[in-house]
């Protein structure tokens, strides 16, 4: 019996251990995927081009949703998530071009938005969503206890806690689509 216990336990430990591992990754991605709103600064600011774009987050949108349905997510549930990440991705570039008021970037070479930085954004955005799904189906969720994780490893540059907090409660609100 005490073998049988020991076992059930190591199997509940290393379920756990690789839960913590999935959504870390999963936190990771968004991070990188953030990372790239310093090049999508410097590009439109180089090209005088608005932050600001509602037609291309439609359809940035509207591709994630059917996306996270094709991965057996509730589209309207992560509708949230989608939006919190595309306004937090705004935020952190208006505020690159706010230091670039006083100081020139560190970098004035710029990748090209259409051919070199969306389809990198775009590939990250859809391993996000399988990730979730994968995540979500395994049995994981993502609850209060993981918010410090998110918190420590969403660490890019510009990114204010408010935006962080946003992210992650959209991101427990994500539900499989019931069968």
Not at 96 to 102: R, V
């Amino acid at each position: 019996m005490k073998l049988f216990v020991t076992g059930l336990l190591c199997l509940t430990l290393s379920t756990l251990a690789v839960a913590d591992t999935m959504s870390n990754g999963i936190f990771q991605l968004i991070n990188q995927r953030l990372n790239y709103m310093q090049d999508v600064a410097l590009f439109k600011a180089r090209n005088r081009s608005a932050v600001e774009d509602l037609a291309r987050e439609q359809q940035v949108l509207e591709k994630a949703l059917v996306d996270a349905q094709q991965a057996g997510l509730q589209p309207d549930s992560i509708a949230d998530f989608f939006q919190a990440q595309m306004d937090a991705a705004k935020a952190i570039q208006y505020r690159y071009m706010a230091d670039w008021l006083s100081t020139h970037p560190e970098n004035s070479e710029y990748r090209d938005l259409a051919s070199e930085v969306r389809p990198k954004i775009l590939a990250l955005g859809d391993e996000i969503v399988v990730r979730i799904s994968e995540y979500l189906k395994g049995g994981g969720a993502f609850d209060n206890k993981q918010q410090k994780d998110f918190v420590r490893t969403v660490n890019t540059r510009h990114l204010s806690e408010n935006d962080k907090k946003k992210m992650f409660e959209s991101l427990q609100m994500i539900r499989l689509i019931k069968n």
